[in-house]
């Protein structure tokens, strides 16, 4: 006799005159969401369907630690009796029994239902294997209980990698116009302004405007004098000596006038 049985037997020492069968089902099902998105609390249930003279039963439903964290203490089954669960790393196994003379389960049934936690992405898979029942006559009957549900996973950042930012959007803008207005800007303004001389004054796109005809080029005047390497001491030389010339031509012309 199992664990599961005693207890089924211990309870039924109360049960008075309870009429005792063997306990049938049908193939027990797994339901999960089909998708969730990672951080998402939600619901597994585990149902057998098709029950007759169910007092007792134990199953085991087995999930991926890595994609999915059961919530301590969220497995739940049918109201009345004595329920009881216990988990491993990978697995949370749920007992089930009526008590003293409370009447078997029949129909479908639910035998429990869990709650996880979406931990990342990928496809979450939900399984049962072994499943056990127990009559109000406490025979045993095993279920074939190879059932299972995948729930996939979105992971949080799966909108962000898709390609936003990085695809092509700043980047793009950046190279093009930056990269652009720089080349064509700044260089042209350098090599039309400087280099050119009187070319006039470089623009964004590398051409040079024309420089107005009232403007005088080269610098001031004083510049241009020193450009031409004549001495100022020279001229001034020069001038004085006609000045002279001049002023004696003129005496001249008057004494002979006389």
């Given at each position: 006799m199992t664990v599961l049985s005693g207890l089924v037997a211990a309870s039924m020492m109360f049960a008075g005159g309870a009429a005792y069968a063997a306990p049938t089902a049908g193939t027990?099902?797994?339901?999960?969401?089909?998708?969730?998105?990672?951080?998402?609390?939600?619901?597994?249930?585990?149902?057998?369907?098709?029950?007759?003279?169910?007092?007792?039963?134990?199953?085991?439903?087995?999930?991926?630690?890595?994609?999915?964290?059961?919530?301590?203490?969220?497995?739940?089954?049918?109201?009345?009796?004595?329920?009881?669960?216990?988990?491993?790393?990978?697995?949370?196994?749920?007992?089930?029994?009526?008590?003293?003379?409370?009447?078997?389960?029949?129909?479908?049934?639910?035998?429990?239902?869990?709650?996880?936690?979406?931990?990342?992405?990928?496809?979450?898979?939900?399984?049962?294997?072994?499943?056990?029942?127990?009559?109000?006559?406490?025979?045993?009957?095993?279920?074939?209980?190879?059932?299972?549900?995948?729930?996939?996973?979105?992971?949080?950042?799966?909108?962000?990698?898709?390609?936003?930012?990085?695809?092509?959007?700043?980047?793009?803008?950046g190279d093009g116009g930056t990269d652009g207005g720089t080349d064509g800007g700044t260089d042209g303004e350098t090599d039309g302004g400087t280099d050119g001389g009187d070319g006039g004054t470089g623009t964004g796109d590398g051409t040079a405007e024309p420089v107005s005809d009232d403007v005088s080029v080269g610098g001031s005047g004083a510049d241009n004098l020193s450009d031409t390497g004549a001495s100022p001491a020279g001229l001034i030389a020069a001038a004085a000596i006609a000045l002279a010339l001049g002023i004696t031509l003129v005496v001249r012309k008057s004494v002979m006038a006389r």
């Open positions: 027990p099902t797994v339901e999960a969401p089909a998708s969730v998105d990672e951080g998402d609390t939600f619901t597994v249930t585990v149902t057998l369907p098709a029950t007759e003279d169910v007092f007792a039963y134990s199953t085991t439903l087995a999930f991926d630690p890595a994609l999915v964290e059961y919530v301590d203490d969220s497995a739940a089954g049918p109201d009345g009796g004595f329920s009881s669960s216990s988990t491993t790393a990978d697995a949370v196994t749920f007992t089930h029994t009526r008590l003293g003379g409370s009447p078997a389960l029949d129909g479908d049934l639910v035998l429990f239902t869990a709650e996880f936690v979406a931990l990342g992405g990928g496809s979450a898979a939900f399984e049962i294997g072994a499943l056990t029942l127990v009559g109000t006559d406490t025979e045993e009957l095993s279920v074939d209980a190879e059932a299972s549900a995948d729930t996939e996973i979105t992971p949080a950042d799966g909108g962000t990698d898709g390609g936003g930012t990085d695809g092509g959007g700043t980047d793009g803008g």
